[in-house]
């Protein structure tokens, strides 16, 4: 064989079993539960990977919050109990006794208040700063309990707290390279864009992890993914972009399973209420009817979305199951175009509108549905994709009509109303990367029953006030509810006892099991 013959047999070796290389080289055992995320985490400091879900998500295996989130996303004690006053403006925390970090020192209050005084320090630059400035001071009576002063009464402050992982006192300078904490797995080893070894605290406070030994897999790619599950180098995969065909094929491979349960990411159809035409509700409400969401949700989505009649997840404390739904109905679509001054035309379309979304395959194929399902009822969708960085900045800047956008997290709790809805929260040129009400709506009922939740301190009556927002915004459709994709989890017949909250933590893995 010649040189080039032999060359040819090489390279086709060498595509052939690139795929299994990265399985191969670092040979694991069968005791450790192998996790695929699809990029590197941003950093290991929790002060600093707030932003990121992959990072994020990582470090809920190292660190802990004072709080968390329940499934109807109530606030509940972590490493910490608490109460507050009755206007809001004190919260004292009774850290629980017998929590350890992981080096073998006691979580005590001044871990707690060292944590927040480098979230405040001008000096630290941390990106969440801006959240809690709204604390005067913080006192520590005793080594179990902290008392934050705010220097106004805030409803929402138990809220800001999930995110903030406790780090060790004096830590901040060290931790990004040597990350500490109270959580059930410590780091052990890390290899950059490759993968990071955690093994059990059998000291956790809340017992220790079922899996002794975790492997976080770097891969980035659906098809080496989806192989190495296939070849049994890979144990789980949770919401790593696997496309719902990916999915569905999945879920009938032998010695795979796929569970399927309520999320929060929220899809809608963003709509500019500047805008000279879609600034009439009764064109909104003819796009929200003309669109059969069945329809998507089952050829695009494989049932892996349900529908959203609101911002709200059905599973939220404050959620209104009796605001307006806007199921498919192209005559009273039609009706409504009438009325809005749009009446049919025989041979050209009733109007025209643009729709934006990112050049992301599945976005690109919901907005080509969206522009067939409305050329029914009269309406023609010109469609434009941008890279996701683009499509952004313009939705913001309010440079189009309408988009196909999503929100993650932000909805999981009511202060969405005054992040998306308010008057205040639209850009302006001053603040114009600020990305909060998007549509550019403006309501002064709103703004009122807004501001009235934030200065009620009864859950029960701030319920009733948000129900009232609910059934305003669903009157006024400033943007279309879409649907709410679902967390998917992909696992082999090995593991067992998943079961991903809507929020998507990772605080599951702790009851994980591996069968040998």
């Not at 029914?376 to 499509?391: N, Y």
């Not at 017949?493 to 991903?500: A, L, Q, S």
Request: with cysteine; glycine share 4%; hydrophobic share 40%.
């Amino acid at each position: 064989m010649n040189l080039r013959g032999v060359l040819k047999v090489f390279v086709i070796f060498f595509i052939i079993t690139l795929p299994f290389l990265s399985a191969c080289e670092n040979p694991i055992s069968s005791d450790v539960l192998v996790l695929a995320v699809e990029k590197d985490p941003v950093t290991f400091d929790p002060l600093r990977g707030t932003g990121d879900a992959v990072t994020a998500h990582i470090l809920q295996l190292i660190f802990d919050p004072l709080v968390v989130k329940d499934v109807h996303f109530n606030v509940v004690p972590r490493l910490a109990t608490f109460e507050h006053s009755d206007d809001y403006t004190v919260f004292t925390f009774h850290i629980k006794p017998g929590i350890k970090f992981q080096n073998g020192k006691d979580l005590t209050s001044a871990d707690v208040r060292y944590t927040f005084d480098t979230i405040i320090n001008p000096d630290r630059k941390v990106p969440i700063r801006s959240d809690y400035t709204i604390i005067s001071k913080m006192d520590t009576p005793d080594p179990l309990t902290i008392i934050f002063c705010l220097k106004q009464p805030s409803t929402n402050f138990l809220v800001t707290l999930v995110p903030v992982a406790i780090m060790a006192e004096g830590s901040a300078d060290s931790i990004a390279n040597n990350p500490i904490g109270t959580g059930p797995f410590r780091r052990v080893g890390y290899v950059k864009t490759q993968y990071i070894d955690f093994e059990s605290f059998d000291g956790y406070f809340d017992g220790p992890p079922k899996v002794k030994k975790v492997r976080v897999r770097v891969i980035p790619d659906d098809s080496t993914r989806q192989l190495e599950f296939a070849n049994g180098t890979i144990d789980l995969a949770v919401n790593t972009l696997f496309s719902p065909d990916t999915i569905d094929a999945m879920s009938q491979t032998p010695g795979l399973k796929v569970e399927i349960g309520p999320g929060t990411r929220f899809y809608y159809m963003g709509i500019n209420n500047q805008d000279p035409i879609t600034q009439s509700k009764l064109v909104r409400q003819a796009l929200a009817y003309g669109i059969d969401r069945d329809i998507i949700l089952k050829q695009i989505w494989r049932n892996q979305a349900r529908k959203a009649n609101g911002p709200l997840p059905p599973e939220h404390w404050a959620y209104d199951p009796d605001t307006r739904v806007y199921d498919f109905n192209p005559t009273l679509a039609s009706q409504l175009l009438d009325q809005a001054g749009y009446p049919k035309k025989t041979n050209e379309p009733r109007l025209r509108l643009r729709m934006s979304s990112s050049s992301v395959a599945q976005s690109r194929q919901v907005a080509a549905i969206f522009q067939e399902q409305l050329r029914q009822i009269g309406v023609e969708l010109e469609l434009e994709q941008f890279e996701t960085q683009t499509f952004t900045q313009k939705t913001r800047q309010g440079q189009y009509q309408l988009s196909y956008s999503n929100w993650v997290g932000a909805n999981e709790d009511p202060q969405f109303f005054q992040f998306s809805y308010a008057s205040s929260s639209i850009p302006t040129e001053a603040n114009r990367y600020f990305p909060g009400n998007r549509a550019r709506y403006s309501n002064s009922e709103i703004d009122q029953l807004i501001d009235e939740a934030s200065h009620t301190y009864d859950q029960d009556a701030r319920k009733a006030i948000y129900f009232q927002i609910q059934k305003i915004i669903a009157e006024d459709l400033p943007m279309v509810p879409l649907w709410f994709a679902s967390n998917v989890a992909v696992m082999t017949d090995r593991v067992g006892n998943v079961h991903v909250d809507p929020s998507a933590t990772f605080y599951f893995l702790k009851d994980v099991t591996l069968k040998r």
